[in-house]
Every structure is written in structure tokens, then in C-alpha cells.
T-cell receptor, first 119, second 112 residues
Framework: AQKVTQAQTEISVVEKEDVTLDCVYETRDTTYYLFWYKQPPSGELVFLIRRNSFDEQNEISGRYSWNFQKSTSSFNFTITASQVVDSAVYFCALSDPNAGGTSYGKLTFGQGTILTVHP | DTEVTQTPKHLVMGMTNKKSLKCEQHMGHRAMYWYKQKAKKPPELMFVYSYEKLSINESVPSRFSPECPNSSLLNLHLHALQPEDSALYLC???????????FGEGSRLTVL
């Protein structure tokens, strides 16, 4: 069975601080995708990044960066110089490549981390 | 703005009512999903449609009835719901072969 653990339930920082959200996953599959989604108060889940299990290259997108380490089954997300607009719930998710013929379409979500950035 | 549109954004219904949630996308995605999200919890998969055919039903009670009339539309028909069914219902779509789901803003349902 697949499992995603986000150990940090809530994080509170002051604007301009750097913050790292942890994600640890469990899967028996050798091929899978990992994702991060952001859910602001409006409710929509906003896709941030997808990482293929074969690609361990770290990625940076503006103030966001991701550190994927297959050896420790971790896919951590760092926000540099946080801003108030970063306040949201962040979900890490793992795809199931064998779900009903719709490969990679079924996501297992972590419990989410509530990030609050104070001015 | 999201390219997956859900209506209505808010819905209040009684336990004897029949209502429907609607989802529309024009990105050409052939896989569409319904997820249910309770407060302070992650989304949980309910149904998956692939090429307009139901491919996954995660043991959802029959009071929830999905329908995919065409490749752009996905409906969720609601009948005889319970108060515990109150939640945010999220629709999503995905390009076949790709991994990421694109979500709508959700329909927040309250059952009285």
C-alpha cells in the first residue's frame, strides 16, 4: 500500500523567513510520480510540481525549490523568503501507476501542512 | 484562473433533496475525477472516468451517482444525502499519460 507522511501539521513563520515542508513516502512501485499541491483558502488545489521517480534532479522555480531523495523516500519543499500570499495548506501526493487502467491518476495525499506566514 | 470549472460553488440541501454538481473542462483531457474533502483532511478519491467510462468507484455509497455525458462534462448527482456528506467536492482532470491533476475550485456542500 502507498503512504505519504507530512509530519508537520502546522508551521508558522514571519515574512521573509525560509521554510521547508517535509514529505516522506512509501511505495513498492519502482515507477511513480510525486507531486506538491497548494490549497489556498479559496479551496482550489493548485498544482506546483511533478517529479518522476527516475529523475532525482532537484528543481528550483523562483522562490520554490524541491529536494527529491529516493534513498530516503523524501520529497521536501522549500520556500525561500516567504510571503503572506504563501499562506495555504500544502499537500504532498504520490501517484498510483496501476489504478484501474488510468495510469498515475489516483493520488495518495499526505495529511497536509498548514503554512501561515505572518507579516 | 482554473481551467476546470465547477458549479455551484456552494450548495445547501436537505436530506430528501435531489441535486447535482457540475464540472466542465475544455483542455481536451480524457480522464476526469471526483474527490471529496472534509475539513482539515486531504482529498479522497471517489470516482474516475476515463474516455467517458467509469473506471474507478472507490466504494462510494449509491446516494452519489456520477455521470460523464461527454468528454468535457462530469456530473455528480446527489440524492438522500446525510449530514456527514457535507464536504468540499473537487473535480479534476488529467491528460492521459501525464501525472498531474488539474483541480477546480470545488463545490462546498452542506447537508441539513
Amino acid at each position: 500500500a502507498q503512504k505519504v507522511t507530512q509530519a508537520q501539521t502546522e508551521i508558522s513563520v514571519v515574512e521573509k523567513e525560509d521554510v521547508t515542508l517535509d514529505c516522506v513516502y512509501e511505495t513498492r512501485d519502482t515507477t511513480y510520480y510525486l507531486f506538491w499541491y497548494k490549497q489556498p483558502p479559496s479551496g482550489e488545489l493548485v498544482f506546483l510540481i511533478r517529479r518522476n521517480s527516475f529523475d532525482e534532479q532537484n528543481e528550483i522555480s523562483g522562490r520554490y525549490s524541491w529536494n527529491f531523495q529516493k534513498s530516503t523516500s523524501s520529497f521536501n519543499f522549500t520556500i525561500t523568503a516567504s510571503q503572506v500570499v504563501d499562506s495555504a495548506v500544502y499537500f504532498c501526493a504520490l501517484s498510483d501507476p496501476n489504478a484501474g487502467g488510468t495510469s498515475y491518476g489516483k493520488l495518495t495525499f499526505g495529511q497536509g501542512t498548514i503554512l501561515t506566514v505572518h507579516p | 484562473d482554473t481551467e476546470v470549472t465547477q458549479t455551484p460553488k456552494h450548495l445547501v440541501m436537505g436530506m430528501t433533496n435531489k441535486k447535482s454538481l457540475k464540472c466542465e473542462q475544455h483542455m481536451g483531457h480524457r480522464a476526469m475525477y471526483w474527490y471529496k474533502q472534509k475539513a482539515k483532511k486531504p482529498p479522497e478519491l471517489m470516482f474516475v472516468y476515463s474516455y467517458e467510462k467509469l473506471s474507478i468507484n472507490e466504494s462510494v455509497p449509491s446516494r452519489f451517482s456520477p455521470e460523464c455525458p461527454n468528454s468535457s462534462l462530469l456530473n455528480l448527482h446527489l440524492h438522500a444525502l446525510q449530514p456527514e456528506d457535507s464536504a468540499l467536492y473537487l473535480c479534476a482532470s488529467r491528460i492521459q499519460g501525464s501525472g498531474e491533476l488539474f483541480f477546480g475550485e470545488g463545490s462546498r456542500l452542506t447537508v441539513l
